[in-house]
Structure formats: C-alpha cells, structure tokens
C-alpha cells in the first residue's frame, strides 16, 4: 500500500485542492451574494454542491493519475525523482486507479443532475471524461491541441457551478439585471483562467522539452523552438493585461475601485514581470520558476473574487 504523501503526490493534491477552493469561491463570493438578492431564488442545494465538487476533483485527479500512465517514459527523463506510475506502481494498477476515480466521478454527476433536475451535469462531466481519456493518450503529444483542451477545461470548470446554479434557479431569476452582472464576472474569470493556463501549459512544455522531444511529442517548444514558444507565452500574456484593463474600466464603472487595486498589485504587476522573465529564460529551472509565477498571478486572479464580495 502506498504512503499516504505519495497518494496525495499521485493525485496532486495542492492543485485539487485549489480547484476545489475556487469553486468555493465563484460561489460564494460571486454566484449566491447575486442570486440572494433576487426574491426567493431556489439555487443548488449545498449537498449538491458538495457532490459538483466531489465530481470536479474526482475527474482532476483521474486525469493526473492517467497521464503518468502514459507519460512513464517521458518522466523517466523530465521528472525521475517524481515518479510514481513505472516505479513504484504499474501502469495497469495506475489505469485501474485513474478508472475507479472518474468512474466515481460520474456517479458524483449523475447525483448532481438528479439533485437539480437537469442533465446537463451528467453532460458536463461525461464530456470532461471523455476528454480526459483522449488527453492523455492523443490529445497532449498533439500540436497545441492538448494545451488549448486544459485551457478550455479550466475555464469551464468556473462556468460550470454559475451553469448549475442558474439551472437550479432559472424560473426565478430569468431575465434579472443581477444575473447579466454575475454573468459578466464569471465569464471574465472564464477567459482569465483559461488564457493563464495555456500560457502555463506552454511553459511546463517549455520545461519539459528534452523529454517531450525523445518520446515523439508534438509541443510548441518541440515544433517550432523555444524563441517562438516564448513569444506565443508573451503575446498570451499581454492579451491576458489588455483584458484585465478593460475589465478595470468596468470595475470602475461600477465604482468598485478596491478591486482595480487588487488586480493592479496581484495580477499586473506580477505578469509584468513574468513577461519581462519569460523572455530570459532558459534552463529548466528557470522555467519551472516562471510556471509556478503563473500559478501565483492564477491565485491572485481567483481572489479577486473575494476582494469584489468585500467590496460589493
């Protein structure tokens, strides 16, 4: 039996654990604050929040589970001294593992969608499966498409929990001025955490090259060299700045200046300065560094959310 440190390491903890935390978040702070204020609006019952969660990390950890169980000789070379899948469990015990998580997973779905009356969870979660599986066995050695999929599955992972409580709720609320409000704010944070998470995905690309390249992967860095990939992540990046100005506007708009101030200091000045780092780096700890930066400027982001329900 493995250590529980190593099953948490298998299943990477911090990271579904941060997923879980922003879906609290776009909750709490953004989705029930709003919906509060319509009447009596029935939204998702908190059981069935739970489970949307539980279903959430669940899918998480699969897919983490099931790439390392077919990146075993892509980490024999990138990350060794990590390595679970092909050292200290094989492949099939690990394709077991990651089976039995989004199978439970799925469950977790289908008890969502009874609990709301909807079948757009079990929708939502059969395709995030689905994807998933063909990630990790097609879709990450492949051209770009692998990083747009978790870029796409990141961002609707935060749409997700709006999407189910609109559901919930929709005789009540249609039409409310409060729900184009709400809706403004989770498709910001949609596009935010989406366009962050492709810029990553290229920079652990970027880290992760030798390997990539000896295993037949088709990764930016791999494809068109490590100059061009930076300056896809720079102009990512900037994008990422130009929206977040134009989002200010609207924040000021509406008078909500501590959460300009917020941005400002958490997320600007810091992608500023990833910008200004990317474009020096070279060595793969240098580019670890940078990824964990977007993880960093990602966290600040998400807490804008808490910042807005003070401020609101």
Known sequence: MLPVFTVFR??????????????VLVRYCVVIPVL?????????STTAFIFAILATVLIAAGGYVLNDCYDIEIDRINHPQKQIIG??????????????????????????????????PVLVYTVAIFVCWWYAKRLKRSF???????????????????????????????????VAFVTTIIVA??????????????????????????????SLPVVTGTLTAKRVVISI???????????????????????????????????L?????????QS???YHKMSALLRFIMLGGMLAMVVLYVNS
Do not use: H
């Open 189 to 218: 944070v949609m596009i935010f955490a989406a366009l962050l998470n492709l810029a990553r995905e290229i920079v652990k690309d970027l880290e992760d090259m030798k390997g990539d390249a000896q295993n037949a992967c088709k």
């Open 273 to 281: 300065w990833f910008i200004f780092s990317i474009y020096k780096a």
């Open 87 to 120: 050292n200290l469990l094989s492949r099939t015990e690990g394709i077991v593992i990651a089976s039995a998580l989004l199978s439970l997973a799925s469950i977790m779905g289908l008890t969502v969608g009874i609990m709301i009356r909807s079948v757009f």
């Open 36 to 44: 509060g204020q319509i009447g009596n609006g029935q939204v998702m």
């Open 10 to 23: 298998l299943i990477r903890l911090p990271n579904v654990a941060i997923i879980a935390a922003t879906l």
């Open 144 to 178: 770009l498409w692998g990083n747009l999929a978790v870029a796409c599955m990141t961002g609707c992972t935060i749409g997700m929990i709006w999407l189910f409580d609109y559901l919930a709720a929709a005789r009540q609320i249609k039409g409310s001025e409060s």
């Open 237 to 271: 990046t900037s994008l990422t700045l130009l929206l977040i100005v134009v989002s200010q506007v609207w924040l000021c708009n509406r008078n909500l200046l501590t959460v300009i101030w917020w941005l400002m200091i958490a997320v600007e000045l810091p992608l």
């Open 284 to 286: 793969v700890t240098e």
